[in-house]
Antibody, heavy 119, light 113 residues
């Protein structure tokens, strides 16, 4: 069974940083492309970053709203995905989901972790 | 403003058929590369779940009451034999080549009357 468990959320002040962690099991992590998707309170879904498998280059992609502030990384030896978020803004307040990517679709989702950016 | 446009809400009585549209453009759904459309179902307070992939395919365990289609710059999700348990939010998703981004529709809330 595929399991994705996010952690590291919480309250942070504007301009601050936070690192989210996603522990995965139930599939071959080092072959998987992984993404983070967020959902602001009462709003829709928004993709915030992706990392390819190391065999596919291990490269990352980001949408414009977070490019230069967010960094997706992975540790295949620990079956763990990370999202480093810097220069946080109040608009970044959302539930953040860890997902398994199959190129452009999201096959599996974690339960999500809440990040609140507020002074 | 989402790149893919969905109606904010749809409703139907039990047993009826409803459709949810997802309208894009030539840089996403209607692109020559033929970017596929995927659909997700989300119940309140829970994570989204893949419902339809690659325009019209159902993952294992999804009832055949759910079906998807794509034509030109639009896609649709159809639900037949509507049940109370289908009440949820539904999102379409694809890739946009002008934004170099994975994109979602704004979501549609389905109410079963």
């Amino acid at each position: 069974e595929v399991q994705l468990v996010e952690s590291g959320g919480g309250l942070v002040k504007p301009g601050g940083s936070l690192r989210l962690t996603c522990a995965v099991s139930g599939f071959t992590f080092n072959n998987a492309w992984m993404s983070w998707v967020r959902q602001a309170p009462g709003k829709g879904l928004e993709w915030v970053g992706r990392i390819k498998s190391e065999t596919d280059g291990g490269t990352t992609d980001y949408p414009a709203p977070v490019k230069g502030r967010f960094t997706v990384s992975r540790d295949d030896s620990k079956n763990t995905l990370y999202l480093q978020m810097n220069s946080l803004k109040t608009d970044d307040t959302a539930v953040y989901y860890c997902t398994v990517n199959d190129w452009i679709r999201f096959d599996y989702w974690g339960q999500g972790v809440l990040v609140t950016v507020s002074s | 403003q989402s790149v893919l446009t969905q109606p904010p809400s749809v409703s139907g009585a039990p047993g009826q058929r409803v459709t949810i549209s997802c309208t894009g453009s030539s840089s996403n759904i209607g692109a020559r590369a033929g970017y596929e459309v995927h659909w997700y179902q989300q119940f309140p307070g829970t994570a989204p779940k893949l419902l339809i992939y690659s325009n019209s395919n159902r993952p294992s365990g999804v009832p055949d009451r759910f079906s998807g289609s794509k034509s030109g710059t639009s896609a649709s999700l159809a639900i037949t034999g509507l049940q109370a348990e289908d009440e949820a939010d539904y999102y379409c998703q694809s890739y946009d080549s002008s934004l170099y981004s994975l994109v979602f529709g704004g979501g549609t809330k389905l109410t079963v009357l």
